[in-house]
């Protein structure tokens, strides 16, 4: 014997949302910005370089003095020259002392005299290093004041506008339940 059977059919309920979003605008102008500059200040200061050259001892090697330099140098060597001449004399004088040794000194002497020149050299002494140089190098300074920068920034607020968005709910499909009996035979 068959069993009878019940069928149930059912259909969920489904919803359906319309959404709408919500928008969102910010405006914002630049903030206003001021600087003030204050410059630097370098100062240089530089004095010249100095060269000093003496050419004093070349003029003297090329007998080029000055009057009053020339006359100093003359006196100075005629004394030396008449020193020279005093121990020259008291040489000849001991020589002469000793006439008795063998030679003949006076002889001798008078031809020495005869060969012999005086000169006086009023020049100074040659040298590749006559000329004097003396440098200074130039002086430097420098002074430096540091410069500055002031900012100041004045802000400027945002905008906003704010739209609101939407949920609109509704139904799309309805929930159901069907029942199904089939039908029965009924045999005695």
């Known amino acids: 014997m068959r069993v009878p059977q019940i069928q149930i059919t ?10 709408s979003e ?9 903030a206003q910005m001021e ?16 060269l ?27 004394q030396q020259m008449a020193m020279e001449a005093i121990a ?12 008795h040794q063998n030679g003949n000194p006076i002889a001798q002497m008078a031809e020495e005299s005869v060969y012999k020149t005086e000169e006086m050299y009023i020049t100074g002494e040659a040298s590749y290093d006559n000329v004097a140089l003396f440098f200074e190098p130039a002086k430097l300074h420098i002074d430096w004041m540091r410069g500055s920068v002031e900012i100041s ?13 939407q949920v609109d709910v ?15 035979e009924a045999r005695l």
């Open 88 to 99: 020259e004399i008291a040489a000849k004088g001991d020589r002469l002392a000793a006439i």
């Open 153 to 165: 920034v004045t802000p400027i607020a945002p905008q906003f506008q704010f739209t609101r968005g």
């Open 52 to 78: 000093y050259i003496d050419p004093t001892r070349a003029w003297e090697a090329l007998a080029k003095w000055s009057s009053l330099k020339l006359g100093e140098v003359i006196t100075q060597r005629r």
């Open 10 to 19: 059912q259909n969920q309920a489904k919803i359906g949302l319309d959404i």
């Open 170 to 184: 509704y139904l799309r499909q309805m929930n159901s339940i069907q029942f199904s009996f089939p039908t029965v």
């Open 35 to 50: 600087i003030r500059q204050t410059p630097a200040v370098l100062n240089i200061e530089k004095s010249e370089a100095q």
């Open 22 to 30: 919500p928008k969102v605008n910010i405006n914002q102008e630049n």
